[in-house]
């Protein structure tokens, strides 16, 4: 069974900084993804990647299958960035994914 | 397009009773899940079934049951309530074909006293 260890568990950051939020897995992986979940909502994929790096918008993630961790990175935070980030190992099979706790992210104005 | 609709959204129960969540999906996806979600953890897969007719056992499925007699419907049933089934229920769908990109409901709060 896939172990996906998320860090830091909560971050609160100034609006304009650069934020990271890791993810480590300890099997090998056809995927990760990356989902945003704000409070009291629904979970909405932001990212799913098996290789390099992607980018959308403000929001990059990129992942290193060797070192078995993938970070997501916000530039120029804002305060509708605030949600809990997770991450998810998918291991190709039927199961679907296995989820991190989250990294639950405050900007403040 | 609606994509994933939960219903209820919320539901309050008191032990021993029973009730179903309800999952309906119009993105015509074979794969459909079941999570929950409980503080301080991460969502936790109960039951989920590759095409209609179909399910299997996730990592937490005792006291749970499912069915899903049409592509479009997935139910999960609590037969019998407890307490320590109180969360919050998540359903998702996703094509099943290579890494599977999941799209989610928007979550059961479900209380049993």
């Known amino acids: 069974k896939n172990e996906v260890e998320q860090s830091p568990q909560n971050l609160t950051a100034q609006e304009g900084e650069f934020i990271t939020i890791n993810c480590s897995y300890s099997?090998?992986?056809?995927?990760l993804h990356w989902l945003q979940q704000h409070p009291g909502g629904g979970i909405v994929s932001l990212f799913m990647l098996s290789s390099g790096k992607k980018k959308h918008g403000r929001l990059i993630a990129t992942i290193n299958i060797q070192e078995k961790h993938s970070s997501l990175h916000i530039t120029a935070s804002h305060p509708r960035d605030s949600a809990v980030y997770i991450c998810?190992?998918?291991?190709?099979?039927?199961?679907?994914?296995?989820f991190g706790k989250g990294t639950h992210l405050i900007i403040q104005p | 397009n609606a994509g994933v609709t939960q219903t209820p959204k919320f539901r309050v129960l008191k032990t021993g009773q029973s009730m179903t969540l309800l999952c309906a999906q119009d993105?015509?996806?074979?794969?459909m899940y079941w999570y929950r979600q409980d503080p301080g953890m991460g969502l936790r897969l109960i039951h989920y079934s590759v095409g209609e007719g179909t399910t299997a056992k996730g990592e937490v499925p005792d006291g749970y049951n499912v069915s899903r007699l049409k592509k479009q419907n997935f139910l999960l049933g609590l037969e019998s309530a407890a307490p320590s089934q109180t969360s919050v229920y998540f359903c998702a769908s996703g094509t099943g074909y290579g890494a599977n990109v999941l799209t989610f409901g928007a979550g059961s709060r479900l209380t049993v006293l």
């Open positions: 993105m015509n996806h074979e794969y």
């Open positions: 099997v090998g992986i056809s995927a």
């Open positions: 998810a190992a998918s291991g190709g099979g039927a199961d679907g994914l296995t």
